[in-house]
């Protein structure tokens, strides 16, 4: 099977691109906006509508295969390529990507994956977003070529084993949500809330007050409305927020976890991106000091690193150096999906535990490809996306999971 032609279309990703830089230096909210002038490049305003490319290989059969290219909510940050805008792309993808692609054989999609990963052009590599949506629509057409699922290219590629039941979802909810978090709660998700912490005075307090009685109102909920038997771990994003309330003071940090750990129980508690440090290096050195002091008062919080762990050699890095318990593998700044199913393989390899994530600035064509990478490769979870609805997002993946898992028996069955 070959690919004819390539068509493209600019439309809307799943949520917003934001000025973190901005938001950090004091800008205030006024709703859903920011009043103000941006400060990271490309950016009109604070907050800003996202956009994706979608990327449509026409395969020679007349099938025709689906990638979006988006970029993650909060970019330009910790190492991740500048602000994505389609318009800057498109003449890029409508001359050299689409001769580049057309009349390649589409029987197997790694190679060819590698190869638009690792492309130069203009003296440099492909934007991130341009990596992501460009792959997934290979590994699309290479599953319509093949007569199977994604899962199932996947597998065969990298020698993993597909799971037998869905991966878990932490579900991404709006911190100011509260009927969003008992819809999530009803629906008994494996994770959450997520939410987002950006700002000590506003999300954290002074004390670090403000943060631990959000999260015992959430542990509350569950226990008013959830069921009995319902124990899902509680996932909390705080964005670099705790490295700056108490600065270096590794012992103070450790002793507001504790203090944050009790406020879940018997919940088991996830903390992602306490600090967000100056380089890949210092973040590595700041979080494995954290784990050892961790580990030496006996508490049982866990890490996840998410800044400066962007690419495929960063995860590895992280993994190698054992700094985190989790690696959220943010799917749009690896670029190519090639990069995050090895990241998800090589995180499990070494002991270190992974969500196969990315950002509600997504779509739900991403999403989907998402969901069967994480069938094939098995993280231990999934973030919920695209955009921060919950339901959608929940439906999107799970079902995705579910109809793939039906496919595949259905296809083993008859072959038996």
Same mark, same amino acid.
């Not at 859903?32 to 996202?50: E, L, T």
């Not at 290219?69 to 330009?76: A, E, F, H, R």
């Not at 999300?203 to 959000?214: M, S």
């Given at each position: 099977?070959?690919?004819?032609?390539?068509?493209?279309?600019?439309?809307?990703?799943?949520?917003?691109?934001?000025?973190?830089?901005?938001?950090?230096?004091?800008?205030? =909210?006024?709703?859903?906006?920011?009043?103000?002038?941006?400060?990271?490049?490309?950016?009109?305003?604070?907050? #800003?509508?996202?956009?994706?490319?979608?990327?449509?290989?026409?395969?020679? !059969?007349? #099938?025709?295969?689906?990638? !979006?290219?988006?970029? @993650?909510?909060?970019?330009?940050?910790?190492?991740?390529?500048?602000?994505?805008?389609?318009?800057?792309?498109?003449?890029?993808?409508?001359?050299?990507?689409?001769?580049?692609?057309?009349?390649?054989?589409?029987?197997?999609?790694?190679?060819?994956?590698?190869?638009?990963?690792?492309?130069?052009?203009?003296?440099?590599?492909?934007?991130?977003?341009?990596?992501?949506?460009?792959?997934?629509?290979?590994?699309?057409?290479?599953?319509?070529?093949?007569?199977?699922?994604?899962?199932?290219? @996947?597998?065969?590629?990298?020698?993993?084993?597909?799971?037998?039941?869905?991966?878990?979802?932490?579900?991404?909810?709006?911190?100011?949500?509260?009927?969003? /978090? !008992?819809?999530?709660?009803?629906?008994?998700?494996?994770?959450?809330?997520? =939410?987002?912490?950006? #700002?000590?005075?506003?999300?954290?307090?002074?004390?670090?007050?403000?943060?631990?009685?959000?999260? #015992?109102?959430?542990?509350?909920?569950?226990?008013?409305?959830?069921?009995?038997?319902?124990?899902?771990?509680?996932?909390?994003?705080?964005?670099?927020?705790?490295?700056?309330?108490?600065?270096?003071?590794?012992?103070?940090?450790?002793?507001?976890?504790?203090?944050?750990?009790?406020?879940?129980?018997?919940?088991?508690?996830?903390?992602?991106?306490?600090?967000?440090?100056?380089?890949?290096?210092?973040?590595?050195?700041?979080?494995?000091?954290?784990?050892? =002091?961790?580990?030496?008062?006996?508490?049982?919080?866990?890490?996840? @690193?998410?800044?400066?762990?962007?690419?495929?050699?960063?995860?590895?890095?992280?993994?190698?150096?054992?700094?985190?318990?989790?690696?959220?593998?943010?799917?749009?700044?690896?670029?190519?999906?090639?990069?995050?199913?090895?990241?998800?393989?090589?995180?499990?390899?070494?002991?270190?535990?992974?969500?196969?994530? $990315?950002?509600?600035?997504?779509?739900?064509?991403?999403?989907? /490809?998402?969901?069967?990478?994480?069938?094939?490769?098995?993280?231990?979870?999934?973030?919920?996306?695209?955009?921060? $609805?919950?339901?959608?997002?929940?439906?999107?993946?799970?079902?995705?999971?579910?109809?793939?898992?039906?496919?595949?028996?259905?296809?083993?069955?008859?072959?038996?």
């Amino acid at each position: 099977m070959k690919i004819k032609d390539v068509i493209y279309s600019v439309g809307r990703s799943g949520f917003f691109n934001r000025d973190l830089a901005a938001i950090k230096a004091g800008a205030r =909210a006024d709703g859903f906006a920011y009043p103000g002038k941006p400060m990271s490049p490309g950016f009109a305003k604070i907050v #800003q509508p996202g956009t994706a490319i979608s990327v449509m290989p026409l395969l020679d !059969d007349g #099938q025709v295969a689906l990638g !979006d290219c988006v970029d @993650v909510i909060l970019t330009g940050v910790a190492g991740r390529d500048p602000l994505f805008r389609a318009e800057q792309h498109l003449p890029f993808l409508r001359t050299t990507m689409r001769e580049l692609l057309r009349g390649r054989a589409i029987d197997r999609f790694r190679e060819i994956a590698e190869e638009i990963d690792g492309l130069i052009h203009a003296g440099r590599r492909l934007h991130t977003a341009l990596r992501y949506g460009i792959t997934q629509a290979l590994l699309h057409a290479a599953a319509l070529a093949n007569r199977c699922t994604m899962a199932e290219v @996947v597998s065969r590629e990298y020698g993993c084993e597909i799971a037998s039941a869905p991966i878990a979802i932490l579900a991404s909810c709006h911190k100011e949500d509260a009927q969003m /978090i !008992d819809r999530m709660i009803l629906k008994r998700v494996e994770l959450l809330p997520h =939410a987002s912490f950006q #700002q000590v005075e506003r999300d954290i307090g002074f004390e670090g007050e403000k943060l631990i009685a959000y999260a #015992q109102g959430v542990v509350g909920r569950i226990r008013e409305i959830g069921d009995p038997d319902y124990r899902p771990r509680i996932h909390l994003d705080v964005y670099g927020t705790i490295g700056e309330l108490f600065g270096d003071n590794i012992d103070a940090i450790v002793r507001y976890l504790g203090a944050l750990e009790a406020a879940v129980r018997p919940h088991e508690l996830l903390l992602e991106s306490f600090v967000i440090a100056a380089s890949r290096e210092a973040q590595i050195d700041a979080f494995r000091a954290l784990r050892s =002091a961790i580990a030496k008062h006996g508490y049982q919080v866990k890490i996840i @690193v998410d800044e400066w762990c962007n690419t495929l050699d960063d995860v590895k890095a992280f993994a190698d150096a054992g700094a985190a318990d989790y690696a959220q593998i943010k799917t749009p700044d690896l670029g190519g999906i090639n990069n995050a199913i090895e990241a998800v393989l090589y995180a499990r390899e070494k002991g270190m535990g992974c969500c196969l994530g $990315g950002t509600g600035n997504e779509t739900d064509q991403s999403a989907r /490809i998402t969901a069967q990478i994480g069938l094939a490769c098995r993280p231990d979870f999934l973030l919920s996306k695209p955009g921060f $609805g919950g339901d959608e997002a929940l439906m999107i993946q799970t079902n995705e999971m579910l109809r793939t898992l039906a496919l595949i028996e259905a296809s083993r069955a008859g072959k038996g």
